[in-house]
């Protein structure tokens, strides 16, 4: 992955070449992420089963011959039930008033919902171009397809929304997804070199991908309660050596994360760092700390000590 603060080796456009920033937004767990991913070629975004698993903005860039797509992947838009929780819907609300278009994803394999149409109702407040992205197609069952589909045709409405299907999984649809967006995007210059995929330091990136682990490893209330802050990253040519705290809100989640004679923490760190080898292409050593935080996802000065801020 590159990532720098060079930004001279941004080239100067051709004419005709387009560029944007497009806002994935949806409900949580309709596949954002992957879809970004997969858009980029590389795994910058971390994805899970478990809802409301992005938490951060993050932008994932893709930049082709005649464009430049800056996709801004976003917390899965909900009702909270915490400070933590209004902060990644406020900073997902803000997304949508700062982009040239938005990708609206929802899930295909069942029909409109509640918090479809919550959402529906957020983005015709402001005039950004829409496409509306049905994922999962892999998953629709063929006997309610067209059930399924009306039932976001009606969501549209008389609007001039942009409907397409894709799987994010199989990458079935996703060329067209791609040349629908390129025809929403303004013509613009390169925001950023054309061979980085992210706007974040690989700092942050190892950090999820502990997170991504712990989400997918641990049950109950533990994948909510976690935050991950990388403290120290020392390298060297033949190993690069990674230092991490994971912060949890009581010392009884403290016992589930590091299980039994540390065999929790133990899969936890070597799983993530198997991903993280993958993300800079070289080997790690990573160590992982464990405080207890009490009330961390209550509290606004924790949550911007953690890195969760309302952006702006
Ligand atoms: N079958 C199938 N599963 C998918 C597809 N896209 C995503 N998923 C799965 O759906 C789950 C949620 O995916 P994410 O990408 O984390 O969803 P998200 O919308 O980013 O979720 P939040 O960050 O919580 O808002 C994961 O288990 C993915 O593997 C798809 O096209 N088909
Ligand atoms: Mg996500």
């Known amino acids: 992955m590159e990532n ?9 456009a051709p004419e005709g070449f387009k560029s944007g920033f497009i806002g994935i937004v949806g409900r949580p767990n309709v596949g954002k992420s992957t879809l970004m991913n997969l858009m980029v070629g590389q795994k910058i975004a971390i994805t899970s089963p478990v809802a409301q698993t992005t938490r951060h903005r993050l932008q994932g860039i893709l930049t082709t011959p005649e464009a430049q797509f800056i996709f801004i992947d976003t917390p899965g838009i909900h009702k909270p039930h915490h400070q933590l929780g209004k902060v990644l819907v406020q900073n997902a609300k803000i997304a949508i008033e700062s ?12 029909n409109a919902g509640g918090g479809d149409r919550y959402i529906t109702d957020l983005l015709v407040k402001v005039s950004t171009p829409v496409v509306l992205g049905l994922n999962k197609t892999d998953r629709q069952p063929i006997d309610r397809a067209e059930e399924i589909d009306r039932s976001y045709r009606e969501l549209v409405g008389d609007r001039s929304w942009e409907m397409v299907k894709f799987s994010a999984l199989t ?26 995929v992210t706007d974040r330091p690989e700092r942050f990136i190892m950090g999820e991908l502990i997170r ?27 190993l690069t050596r990674v230092y ?6 009581r010392s009884s989640q403290k016992g589930i994360l590091i299980g039994k004679g540390g065999q929790m923490l133990k899969q936890i760190g070597s799983a993530a760092r198997m991903q993280i080898q993958k993300l800079i292409s070289g080997k790690i050593y990573l160590e992982l700390f464990v405080k207890v935080q009490p009330k961390w996802r209550q509290s606004r000065l924790r949550l911007d000590e953690l890195g969760y801020r309302v952006e702006d």
């Open 4 to 12: 720098s603060d060079n930004f001279s080796l941004v080239p100067s």
């Open 99 to 110: 982009v040239d278009v938005l990708l609206f994803v929802v899930d295909a394999s069942e």
């Open 171 to 196: 990458g079935d649809g996703v060329e067209i997804l791609n040349e629908k967006l390129v025809d929403r995007l303004p013509l613009g210059p390169y925001y950023y070199p054309p061979d980085f």
């Open 212 to 238: 991504e682990q712990i989400l997918l490893l641990t049950r109950e209330e533990v994948p909510h309660s976690v935050a991950v802050l990388v403290d120290r990253v020392e390298e060297n040519p033949k």
């Open 244 to 249: 991490a705290t994971i912060y949890i809100e």
